[in-house]
């Protein structure tokens, strides 16, 4: 197995909270789970620390980054730009299939959201902009929000769980649909932009709600 694949395999153990934020990260745990050897073990973690999703210190070994409130929420807002962009590119390149899966992501959202499962409505949102990602087919702006996720994991579901957020939610969504399907790229990167930036939003109430007062540095 090629290093990036070890890589990539210990990348989504992360994301997908197989690791917590600040956990130690063993070698000879990951070695038995990834099935290799320790060599390829520190490899994989050398690539993930570049990415920024974990940090290495000497002597004390490897854990996953934990990183700051200040730091999710500029992440946030970087996705932004970046998801705008493929928001946009998706309306130019989606095939009407691709189009049609995503009316159907749409209708598992407003499923879990009519059932109150805001779990399940966060899991179902992910893969709702992975898949505007990949129908952008914008490779390098694919590889930058992919970086960015990975390091805000902790984080992702936060700012559904602002009230009212799920409503508000659910139709930026639709917008975002809309804008791809009429094939306007412009709209689709200006619905996308809007929706991120309204996520910041109540990323930065949840935020203050439970660890007190916090204030996000904005410009402009």
């Known amino acids: 197995m090629a290093d990036e694949d070890y ?11 197989q690791f917590l934020p600040n956990e130690r990260l063993i070698e000879n745990d990951l070695a038995e789970l990834l099935g290799t050897n320790r060599a390829n073990v520190r490899t994989a973690l050398a690539r993930l620390e570049q990415e920024g999703l974990v940090v290495r210190e000497r002597n004390r070994g490897a854990h996953v980054r934990l990183i700051s409130h ?3 929420i500029e992440i946030v807002e970087a996705r932004a730009v970046l998801e705008g962009l493929t928001a946009r590119y998706a309306a130019l ?30 899991n179902v949102n992910v893969r709702l902009h992975q898949t505007i990602v990949r129908m ?11 970086m960015l996720k990975s390091q805000s994991v902790s984080f ?4 559904i769980l602002a009230p009212g957020r799920a409503e508000c939610s659910l139709k ?11 094939r306007d790229p412009e709209r689709a990167e200006q619905t ?19 660890h007190g007062t916090w204030h996000h540095r904005r410009t402009g």
């Open 70 to 72: 200040e730091e999710a």
């Open 172 to 182: 930026e969504h639709t917008d975002i649909l809309e804008a791809i399907a009429a």
């Open 156 to 159: 992702q579901y936060r700012s």
């Open 93 to 122: 390149n989606a095939t009407d299939e691709e189009i049609a899966e995503l009316r159907g992501i749409m209708q598992e959202l407003k499923g879990y959201y009519e059932a109150g499962g805001l779990l399940q409505y966060a």
């Open 7 to 17: 890589a990539s395999r210990l990348r989504e153990a992360i994301t997908g909270g």
């Open 192 to 210: 996308m932009r809007a929706h991120l930036d309204h996520a910041v939003e109540a990323l930065c109430r949840v935020i203050e709600s439970g």
């Open 136 to 146: 952008s087919r914008h490779a390098m702006a694919a590889k930058l929000i992919g």
